[in-house]
């Protein structure tokens, strides 16, 4: 379908000569290196012609500097360490006898968690994780510190966070960072440590220590605009921020972009869409802090104007041949599934529900499609979460070398394939039918894990209530939909909100809670394990997020009737198209 297909010899060497320069920079936001990028990335867009423009946005930045870990009665004893964004800053360093917790990634129940707090309460505590719900329940149980044990045999150390606040905090949101210094160190290290922990019959005694800088930043935000027809667009974005060179994660994903940019600058006389294509800082160190200031800054423009939002982090990653979607649900799956079996030949391994992460800042600003590719070697041998599966995602070794340029330009392709349905076509590849089935599946199956006294029930009689809705609504927008289209985005944009926050459009869940319906997730647990206290606080979640997921979808279902009726009024009869 490509209505112009994209030319290697012409796009490609300006994505690499990208990926050299940035090969060189080291571009954590509020480094010189970074906003050196982000004055790169506009020169080049408007060397060819695009009119690209930098935003300005003041973001809170926490640098991990030092990690260290020492034990106290074998001072020949050493290891490699690095601590974590937003962990807590102690240059002096903090003494104490280590814990180990051996259970750290299984699942506890309430009084077992009680159990645990006792134990961890002033020991440092090595875990096999260092998650950041995990890193607040230490910090609330007055751990002095944590050593995660990473767990794939990779020597090098890999950079994270443990920030808990999505984007940049509030007032409130002060309290919730931790309290606790947190470092992190590789396999082999992590057994030598817990070999010594085993063998030392008293309290084995470690000194912890962490410098981290915490400051805030003025940091660029590079845009560009490539008008189309209507004030319809698509937004399509990249965080340009990275640990160290970080070349595949995220240059690739930014060259993508710029390669998108110049593809579709050439044929914007027949856009019916504009393309808005966004460059986020802060990512990495301010936790999603640029695509966050964004969604709070262009609010109404993105609830007004946006009808879809695609994000770009780390394609073109060496031996990651096997794609894999990850999109809301609301996408229409022939679209999804097209694109990638038009460039491979074969359809993607498997489309799965956008995860927690990934600038995904959106879910209050009412766009109805949301989707990233991601991708994966094989066989995969390292933990890590990123960087197509590669053991080098967020260390000093994610160089020019990981990249796979034939790679990138299959990721290319497939990117113009789906932009050039988003902004050709009048109908969106939205299939809300087919979500709200998603979304009755996804309820049923946490309905397993949730005791009887937290019935769901009045969310799903109200999500099955827009069933015969939603498939009049679809009839219709198919048939006219300069009419009904724009309702029909709004059913999908309400079940986001239902479905993927629990919070109202001006806030954002905490950086943790994830997976569908992530208010309710929170009562997952047997109650004859748990705490009256706890119990007490279950129950009043229960109720507000029961009736909050209640209230969106009987509003939506509200509108639509409304809008429906008046259509039958001003035409005198029913909407044909609803009837069948
Ligand atoms: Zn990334």
Known sequence: MPSLAPVYQQLMPIVDDLLQQFAHLHRLSGSEDAERAAALLVSVLQKYGLNARLEQCPLLLSDPLEGGLALADFPDWHCAAKTRSFSAHCPQGRRAALFYDPLSTSARSDRQWQQWALQVKGKIVIADQGFEDYVQRLSAAQAVGLVHIWGSAESALHEETVGPIWGTPTPDDRLRYPTLPVVSINQHDGQRLLELYRQTSGPLLADLRTVLQQHVRICSLPIVDIAGDSDEFVLLSSHYDSWHQ?????????????AMALHFQQQSATLRRGLRIAWWPGHSNARYGGSTWYADNYRQVLGEHCIAHINVDSPGCRD??????NASGAELTDFLQQAVQAVTGQP????????????????????PLHFALREIPLEKTSDSPGSGGGWWWHTRDDSYDKVDLAILWRDCQIHVHWLDHLLHQPLLPLNVADYLQKMLLALNTLQQRLDPCFDLQPIAA??????????ALTQLTAAQPERWQALLIRLAAELHRVGYSSTDDFHYDLSYHGGAYPGLQQLAADLRQTSEETTLMMITQYRR??????????NILADIQREMAAAELDSGCKPSSATT
Not at 320 to 325: D, E, F, H, N, S
């Open 246 to 258: 970080g070349v595949t994660d995220n240059a690739t994903g930014n060259a993508l972009c710029v």
């Open 545 to 554: 997020q029961r009736d909050r997921a209640c209230s969106l979808l009987q």
């Open 320 to 325: 990651a041949v096997q794609v894999v979607i």
């Open 462 to 471: 109200r999500l099955l209530a827009l069933r015969q809705p939603a498939q």
């Open 348 to 367: 993607p391994l498997r489309i799965t529900p956008l995860g927690k992460g990934g600038d995904q800042s959106f879910w209050g600003s009412g766009i």
